[in-house]
Protein backbone atom coordinates (compact mmCIF):
# COMPACT_ATOMS: atom_id res chain seq x y z
CA UNK A 1 0.00 0.00 0.00
CA UNK A 2 1.71 3.26 -1.10
CA UNK A 3 1.13 6.61 1.29
CA UNK A 4 -1.31 7.71 -0.93
CA UNK A 5 -3.55 4.79 -0.11
CA UNK A 6 -2.80 4.50 3.37
CA UNK A 7 -3.90 8.05 3.65
CA UNK A 8 -7.37 7.88 1.93
CA UNK A 9 -7.84 4.79 4.48
CA UNK A 10 -7.33 6.73 7.35
CA UNK A 11 -9.59 9.47 6.23
CA UNK A 12 -12.36 7.14 5.60
CA UNK A 13 -12.16 5.30 8.97
CA UNK A 14 -12.39 8.63 10.85
CA UNK A 15 -15.38 9.67 8.65
CA UNK A 16 -17.05 6.23 9.96
CA UNK A 17 -16.34 6.98 13.24
CA UNK A 18 -17.78 10.71 13.39
CA UNK A 19 -20.70 9.66 11.58
CA UNK A 20 -20.90 6.64 14.35
CA UNK A 21 -21.08 9.57 16.85
CA UNK A 22 -23.38 12.05 15.21
CA UNK A 23 -25.76 9.14 14.94
CA UNK A 24 -25.50 8.35 18.79
CA UNK A 25 -26.02 12.04 19.70
CA UNK A 26 -29.36 12.65 17.31
CA UNK A 27 -30.64 9.41 18.46
CA UNK A 28 -33.87 9.36 20.42
CA UNK A 29 -33.48 9.64 24.37
CA UNK A 30 -34.45 6.17 25.68
CA UNK A 31 -37.79 6.40 28.38
CA UNK A 32 -35.52 5.69 31.16
CA UNK A 33 -33.41 8.69 29.89
CA UNK A 34 -36.59 11.06 29.68
CA UNK A 35 -37.64 10.09 33.11
CA UNK A 36 -34.20 10.59 34.45
CA UNK A 37 -34.18 13.77 32.65
CA UNK A 38 -37.69 14.95 34.26
CA UNK A 39 -36.94 13.90 37.31
CA UNK A 40 -34.21 15.92 37.81
CA UNK A 41 -35.63 19.24 36.47
CA UNK A 42 -38.32 18.46 39.39
CA UNK A 43 -36.00 18.39 41.65
CA UNK A 44 -34.01 21.75 40.79
CA UNK A 45 -37.79 23.57 40.70
CA UNK A 46 -38.74 21.68 43.86
CA UNK A 47 -35.39 23.41 45.84
CA UNK A 48 -35.88 26.16 44.07
CA UNK A 49 -39.09 26.86 45.25
CA UNK A 50 -38.65 25.78 48.52
CA UNK A 51 -35.68 28.25 49.03
CA UNK A 52 -37.55 31.47 47.70
CA UNK A 53 -40.01 30.58 50.40
CA UNK A 54 -37.69 31.97 52.88
CA UNK A 55 -37.70 35.97 53.08
CA UNK A 56 -33.85 36.20 52.57
CA UNK A 57 -33.88 34.33 48.99
CA UNK A 58 -37.15 35.49 48.09
CA UNK A 59 -36.38 37.71 45.00
CA UNK A 60 -33.36 35.61 43.96
CA UNK A 61 -33.48 34.29 40.29
CA UNK A 62 -33.39 30.48 39.85
CA UNK A 63 -29.07 30.85 38.35
CA UNK A 64 -28.94 33.02 41.85
CA UNK A 65 -30.07 30.09 44.01
CA UNK A 66 -28.33 27.81 42.55
CA UNK A 67 -25.27 29.31 42.58
CA UNK A 68 -25.44 30.59 46.48
CA UNK A 69 -22.70 29.42 49.13
CA UNK A 70 -24.12 30.20 52.04
CA UNK A 71 -27.78 29.41 53.01
CA UNK A 72 -28.41 30.62 56.20
CA UNK A 73 -32.39 29.38 57.68
CA UNK A 74 -32.57 30.22 61.30
CA UNK A 75 -35.49 30.60 63.40
CA UNK A 76 -37.17 29.58 60.07
CA UNK A 77 -40.03 26.77 61.60
CA UNK A 78 -38.14 23.96 59.48
CA UNK A 79 -39.49 20.44 60.20
CA UNK A 80 -37.74 18.47 57.00
CA UNK A 81 -34.88 19.72 54.00
CA UNK A 82 -36.07 18.49 51.00
CA UNK A 83 -33.85 15.58 49.78
CA UNK A 84 -33.34 17.67 46.55
CA UNK A 85 -31.01 20.30 48.85
CA UNK A 86 -27.86 18.36 47.18
CA UNK A 87 -28.41 20.02 43.54
CA UNK A 88 -27.09 23.62 45.25
CA UNK A 89 -23.77 22.04 44.91
CA UNK A 90 -22.16 25.49 45.49
CA UNK A 91 -22.92 25.37 49.39
CA UNK A 92 -19.89 25.89 51.68
CA UNK A 93 -21.78 26.76 54.76
CA UNK A 94 -25.46 25.89 55.88
CA UNK A 95 -26.97 27.42 59.05
CA UNK A 96 -30.10 25.45 60.33
CA UNK A 97 -30.08 26.78 64.12
CA UNK A 98 -33.00 27.38 65.99
CA UNK A 99 -35.77 25.08 63.71
CA UNK A 100 -37.85 21.74 64.47
CA UNK A 101 -35.62 18.92 62.29
CA UNK A 102 -35.77 15.23 64.06
CA UNK A 103 -33.36 14.39 61.07
CA UNK A 104 -31.30 15.26 57.85
CA UNK A 105 -31.43 13.98 54.35
CA UNK A 106 -28.77 11.56 53.40
CA UNK A 107 -28.50 13.49 49.98
CA UNK A 108 -26.71 16.36 51.49
CA UNK A 109 -23.61 13.78 51.46
CA UNK A 110 -23.32 14.89 47.95
CA UNK A 111 -22.79 19.00 48.44
CA UNK A 112 -19.20 18.47 48.37
CA UNK A 113 -18.10 21.84 48.59
CA UNK A 114 -19.91 22.00 52.49
CA UNK A 115 -17.13 22.49 55.07
CA UNK A 116 -19.31 24.28 57.99
CA UNK A 117 -22.93 23.20 58.76
CA UNK A 118 -24.47 24.27 62.01
CA UNK A 119 -27.62 22.01 62.96
CA UNK A 120 -27.60 23.56 66.92
CA UNK A 121 -31.15 23.81 68.39
CA UNK A 122 -33.31 21.39 66.63
CA UNK A 123 -35.28 18.13 67.63
CA UNK A 124 -32.40 15.29 66.51
CA UNK A 125 -33.14 12.28 69.32
CA UNK A 126 -29.52 10.90 67.49
CA UNK A 127 -26.91 11.95 65.86
CA UNK A 128 -27.70 12.44 62.19
CA UNK A 129 -26.42 9.69 59.95
CA UNK A 130 -25.99 11.96 56.95
CA UNK A 131 -23.56 14.36 58.89
CA UNK A 132 -21.07 11.06 58.92
CA UNK A 133 -21.03 11.40 54.66
CA UNK A 134 -19.74 14.85 54.77
CA UNK A 135 -16.03 14.24 54.32
CA UNK A 136 -15.38 17.63 53.46
CA UNK A 137 -16.84 19.09 56.74
CA UNK A 138 -14.40 21.09 59.19
CA UNK A 139 -16.68 22.65 61.68
CA UNK A 140 -19.92 21.11 62.57
CA UNK A 141 -21.58 22.19 65.78
CA UNK A 142 -24.84 20.21 66.73
CA UNK A 143 -25.67 21.73 70.48
CA UNK A 144 -28.50 21.59 72.27
CA UNK A 145 -29.88 17.95 70.48
CA UNK A 146 -31.02 15.08 72.32
CA UNK A 147 -27.84 12.83 70.72
CA UNK A 148 -26.61 10.98 74.25
CA UNK A 149 -23.81 9.30 71.81
CA UNK A 150 -21.34 9.95 68.95
CA UNK A 151 -21.71 6.74 66.46
CA UNK A 152 -18.44 5.28 65.56
CA UNK A 153 -19.09 6.49 61.89
CA UNK A 154 -18.08 9.69 62.60
CA UNK A 155 -14.19 9.08 62.77
CA UNK A 156 -15.47 9.32 58.82
CA UNK A 157 -14.83 13.38 59.24
CA UNK A 158 -11.07 13.31 59.31
CA UNK A 159 -10.83 17.25 57.85
CA UNK A 160 -12.97 18.05 60.48
CA UNK A 161 -11.27 20.97 62.64
CA UNK A 162 -13.99 22.37 65.35
CA UNK A 163 -17.01 20.24 66.79
CA UNK A 164 -19.70 21.54 69.08
CA UNK A 165 -21.19 19.57 70.99
CA UNK A 166 -23.12 21.43 73.92
CA UNK A 167 -26.02 19.78 76.04
CA UNK A 168 -26.83 17.12 74.40
CA UNK A 169 -26.69 14.91 76.94
CA UNK A 170 -23.73 12.45 75.99
CA UNK A 171 -23.14 9.97 78.14
CA UNK A 172 -19.28 8.65 76.41
CA UNK A 173 -16.78 9.20 73.22
CA UNK A 174 -16.00 6.57 71.18
CA UNK A 175 -12.97 5.30 71.16
CA UNK A 176 -12.08 6.85 67.42
CA UNK A 177 -12.29 9.75 68.24
CA UNK A 178 -8.66 9.96 67.80
CA UNK A 179 -9.02 9.41 64.42
CA UNK A 180 -10.45 13.05 63.69
CA UNK A 181 -6.75 14.01 63.99
CA UNK A 182 -6.95 17.43 62.37
CA UNK A 183 -9.12 18.49 65.35
CA UNK A 184 -8.33 22.01 66.96
CA UNK A 185 -11.50 22.58 69.39
CA UNK A 186 -13.58 20.54 71.13
CA UNK A 187 -16.45 21.92 72.79
CA UNK A 188 -18.61 19.61 75.14
CA UNK A 189 -19.76 21.50 77.87
CA UNK A 190 -23.24 20.49 79.88
CA UNK A 191 -22.76 16.90 79.06
CA UNK A 192 -23.34 13.51 80.95
CA UNK A 193 -19.47 12.64 80.47
CA UNK A 194 -17.95 10.58 83.37
CA UNK A 195 -14.79 9.62 81.73
CA UNK A 196 -12.79 9.96 78.55
CA UNK A 197 -11.26 7.74 76.02
CA UNK A 198 -7.33 7.24 75.78
CA UNK A 199 -7.28 7.96 72.43
CA UNK A 200 -8.39 11.55 72.99
CA UNK A 201 -4.80 11.76 73.91
CA UNK A 202 -3.77 10.95 70.50
CA UNK A 203 -5.32 14.75 69.30
CA UNK A 204 -2.27 16.31 68.50
CA UNK A 205 -3.13 19.90 66.92
CA UNK A 206 -6.18 20.04 69.61
CA UNK A 207 -5.80 23.53 70.76
CA UNK A 208 -8.94 24.00 73.10
CA UNK A 209 -10.64 21.07 75.43
CA UNK A 210 -13.89 22.54 76.79
CA UNK A 211 -15.74 19.82 79.16
CA UNK A 212 -17.15 22.11 81.81
CA UNK A 213 -20.49 21.18 83.50
CA UNK A 214 -19.64 17.25 82.88
CA UNK A 215 -19.80 14.38 85.49
CA UNK A 216 -15.91 13.34 85.17
CA UNK A 217 -14.21 11.54 88.03
CA UNK A 218 -10.90 11.03 86.23
CA UNK A 219 -8.50 12.66 83.51
CA UNK A 220 -6.03 10.27 81.64
CA UNK A 221 -3.06 9.69 83.01
CA UNK A 222 -1.69 10.35 79.57
CA UNK A 223 -3.41 13.77 79.12
CA UNK A 224 0.22 15.58 78.65
CA UNK A 225 -0.02 14.09 75.54
CA UNK A 226 -2.08 16.86 74.02
CA UNK A 227 0.98 19.23 73.09
CA UNK A 228 -0.44 21.63 71.26
CA UNK A 229 -3.38 22.44 73.81
CA UNK A 230 -3.78 26.25 74.75
CA UNK A 231 -7.12 25.74 76.81
CA UNK A 232 -8.47 23.38 79.29
CA UNK A 233 -11.80 23.76 80.83
CA UNK A 234 -13.15 21.99 83.77
CA UNK A 235 -14.86 23.18 85.76
CA UNK A 236 -18.01 21.81 87.53
CA UNK A 237 -17.07 18.09 87.06
CA UNK A 238 -16.25 15.87 89.80
CA UNK A 239 -12.68 15.35 89.70
CA UNK A 240 -10.81 14.13 92.96
CA UNK A 241 -6.94 14.21 91.19
CA UNK A 242 -4.46 15.97 88.58
CA UNK A 243 -2.50 13.62 86.26
CA UNK A 244 1.14 14.51 87.10
CA UNK A 245 1.02 14.62 83.28
CA UNK A 246 -1.02 17.86 83.38
CA UNK A 247 2.80 20.18 83.48
CA UNK A 248 3.60 18.23 79.93
CA UNK A 249 1.09 20.93 78.45
CA UNK A 250 3.99 23.04 77.53
CA UNK A 251 1.29 25.65 75.23
CA UNK A 252 -1.27 25.71 77.88
CA UNK A 253 -2.10 29.59 78.63
CA UNK A 254 -5.58 28.80 80.22
CA UNK A 255 -6.64 26.43 82.96
CA UNK A 256 -9.56 26.14 84.92
CA UNK A 257 -10.60 23.30 87.31
CA UNK A 258 -13.06 24.95 89.39
CA UNK A 259 -15.89 23.57 91.10
CA UNK A 260 -14.52 19.97 91.59
CA UNK A 261 -13.42 17.56 94.56
CA UNK A 262 -9.91 18.56 93.94
CA UNK A 263 -7.42 17.87 97.31
CA UNK A 264 -4.52 18.46 95.71
CA UNK A 265 -2.03 19.62 92.97
CA UNK A 266 0.72 18.19 91.43
CA UNK A 267 4.04 19.69 92.03
CA UNK A 268 4.14 19.39 88.08
CA UNK A 269 1.73 22.62 87.76
CA UNK A 270 4.95 24.45 88.13
CA UNK A 271 6.60 22.73 84.75
CA UNK A 272 3.34 25.56 83.17
CA UNK A 273 5.52 28.46 81.59
CA UNK A 274 3.14 29.69 79.49
CA UNK A 275 -0.02 29.78 81.50
CA UNK A 276 -1.71 33.19 81.75
CA UNK A 277 -4.65 32.11 83.97
CA UNK A 278 -5.04 29.19 86.64
CA UNK A 279 -8.42 28.94 88.56
CA UNK A 280 -9.22 26.01 91.89
CA UNK A 281 -11.40 27.63 93.00
CA UNK A 282 -14.48 25.64 94.78
CA UNK A 283 -12.49 22.79 95.27
CA UNK A 284 -11.28 21.50 98.99
CA UNK A 285 -7.51 21.94 98.82
CA UNK A 286 -5.91 23.01 102.00
CA UNK A 287 -2.16 23.84 100.19
CA UNK A 288 -0.73 24.65 97.34
CA UNK A 289 2.70 23.19 96.19
CA UNK A 290 5.93 25.82 96.09
CA UNK A 291 6.16 24.69 92.36
CA UNK A 292 3.51 27.32 91.69
CA UNK A 293 5.71 29.86 91.66
CA UNK A 294 7.40 28.75 89.02
CA UNK A 295 4.05 29.61 86.09
CA UNK A 296 6.00 33.03 85.60
CA UNK A 297 3.61 33.75 83.42
CA UNK A 298 0.59 33.85 85.10
CA UNK A 299 -1.27 36.89 85.19
CA UNK A 300 -4.61 35.87 86.87
CA UNK A 301 -4.64 33.03 89.69
CA UNK A 302 -8.15 32.37 91.25
CA UNK A 303 -8.18 30.11 94.25
CA UNK A 304 -11.58 30.95 96.16
CA UNK A 305 -13.41 29.01 98.51
CA UNK A 306 -11.19 26.08 99.61
CA UNK A 307 -9.76 25.11 102.54
CA UNK A 308 -6.39 26.69 102.34
CA UNK A 309 -4.62 27.74 105.61
CA UNK A 310 -1.52 29.38 104.10
CA UNK A 311 -0.13 30.21 100.75
CA UNK A 312 3.38 29.49 99.38
CA UNK A 313 6.45 31.57 99.65
CA UNK A 314 7.11 31.32 96.27
CA UNK A 315 3.73 33.26 95.28
CA UNK A 316 6.30 36.15 95.36
CA UNK A 317 7.75 34.94 92.09
CA UNK A 318 5.08 35.33 90.30
CA UNK A 319 6.14 38.53 88.58
CA UNK A 320 3.35 39.08 85.59
CA UNK A 321 0.77 38.51 88.19
CA UNK A 322 -2.44 41.43 87.65
CA UNK A 323 -4.77 39.66 89.60
CA UNK A 324 -4.46 37.36 92.80
CA UNK A 325 -7.68 35.98 94.83
CA UNK A 326 -7.93 33.75 97.65
CA UNK A 327 -11.24 34.58 99.16
CA UNK A 328 -13.40 32.24 101.35
CA UNK A 329 -10.63 30.24 102.92
CA UNK A 330 -8.83 29.66 105.90
CA UNK A 331 -5.63 31.66 105.83
CA UNK A 332 -4.15 33.53 108.86
CA UNK A 333 -1.54 34.84 107.42
CA UNK A 334 -0.38 35.75 103.93
CA UNK A 335 3.50 35.33 103.08
CA UNK A 336 5.44 38.65 102.92
CA UNK A 337 6.60 37.66 99.29
CA UNK A 338 3.19 39.10 98.27
CA UNK A 339 4.40 42.43 98.19
CA UNK A 340 6.57 41.63 95.41
CA UNK A 341 3.75 41.37 93.36
CA UNK A 342 4.99 44.81 92.03
CA UNK A 343 2.38 44.26 89.00
CA UNK A 344 -0.33 43.39 90.57
CA UNK A 345 -3.58 45.50 90.46
CA UNK A 346 -6.61 43.49 92.20
CA UNK A 347 -5.89 41.39 95.32
CA UNK A 348 -9.12 39.49 96.81
CA UNK A 349 -8.34 37.90 99.87
CA UNK A 350 -12.12 38.40 101.96
CA UNK A 351 -13.20 36.24 104.24
CA UNK A 352 -10.37 34.61 105.69
CA UNK A 353 -8.65 34.57 109.41
CA UNK A 354 -6.23 36.79 108.44
CA UNK A 355 -5.06 39.23 111.45
CA UNK A 356 -2.58 41.62 109.26
CA UNK A 357 -1.50 42.59 105.47
CA UNK A 358 2.22 42.15 104.26
CA UNK A 359 4.12 44.79 105.97
CA UNK A 360 6.06 46.12 102.83
CA UNK A 361 3.06 46.84 100.79
CA UNK A 362 4.48 50.12 99.88
CA UNK A 363 6.31 48.31 96.67
CA UNK A 364 2.91 46.97 95.40
CA UNK A 365 2.76 50.41 93.36
CA UNK A 366 0.63 49.13 90.69
CA UNK A 367 -2.43 47.95 93.05
CA UNK A 368 -5.47 49.18 92.62
CA UNK A 369 -8.07 47.21 94.18
CA UNK A 370 -6.87 45.48 98.16
CA UNK A 371 -10.77 44.05 98.87
CA UNK A 372 -9.92 42.17 102.39
CA UNK A 373 -13.85 42.48 104.08
CA UNK A 374 -14.47 40.03 106.88
CA UNK A 375 -11.27 39.00 108.28
CA UNK A 376 -9.67 39.66 111.67
CA UNK A 377 -7.10 42.71 110.70
CA UNK A 378 -6.53 44.99 113.79
CA UNK A 379 -4.67 47.71 111.45
CA UNK A 380 -3.54 48.83 108.05
CA UNK A 381 0.42 49.08 106.76
CA UNK A 382 1.45 52.59 107.04
CA UNK A 383 2.97 51.32 103.68
CA UNK A 384 -0.52 51.92 102.23
CA UNK A 385 0.15 55.36 101.96
CA UNK A 386 2.72 55.31 99.32
CA UNK A 387 0.78 53.76 96.84
CA UNK A 388 0.08 55.89 93.83
CA UNK A 389 -2.56 53.86 91.94
CA UNK A 390 -4.68 52.47 94.95
CA UNK A 391 -7.93 53.72 94.63
CA UNK A 392 -10.61 50.93 96.92
CA UNK A 393 -9.60 49.29 100.42
CA UNK A 394 -12.66 47.26 101.10
CA UNK A 395 -12.12 46.51 104.72
CA UNK A 396 -15.80 46.67 106.50
CA UNK A 397 -15.95 43.56 108.73
CA UNK A 398 -12.45 43.83 110.54
CA UNK A 399 -11.91 44.59 113.94
CA UNK A 400 -10.05 48.40 112.67
CA UNK A 401 -10.42 51.03 114.94
CA UNK A 402 -8.51 53.69 113.34
CA UNK A 403 -8.17 53.96 109.99
CA UNK A 404 -5.05 55.18 108.18
CA UNK A 405 -5.75 54.72 105.18
CA UNK A 406 -5.31 57.88 102.85
CA UNK A 407 -8.25 60.70 102.19
CA UNK A 408 -8.22 59.66 98.24
CA UNK A 409 -9.18 56.00 99.51
CA UNK A 410 -12.39 54.94 99.18
CA UNK A 411 -13.80 52.66 101.74
CA UNK A 412 -16.61 49.96 101.04
Not at 280 to 298: F, H, V, W, Y
Not at 342 to 364: C, G, S
Request: net charge positive.
Amino acid sequence: MNKRQSIIKVWLNLSLLISAVLLMTNRPLSAQENTKIEDVNKAKEEIYQWVKTFPKYKSMSKPEVFSIKELFLVHQNIREIPESIYLLKNLEIIDLRFNKLETLPNSMSKIKKLHILNVANNQFDKFPAAICKLNNLDTLCINNNDLFELPKEVEALTKLKALYIENCGLNSLPESIHKLAELRIIYMPQNNLTSLPESICLLSKLEVLNLMQNKLRVLPETIGKLKSLKKFNLVRNRLEVIPNSIGALSELIYLDFGENKLISVPESIGSLKKIIKLSLSQNRLKSLPETIGDMTACQDLIVNMNELVSVPESIGKLQNLIELSFQDNKLTQLPESISDLVNLKVLFIARNQLTELPKDMAKMKNLVLLHAINNKISKVPEGLRSLPNLRHILLSGNPIKKPTEPQNLREI
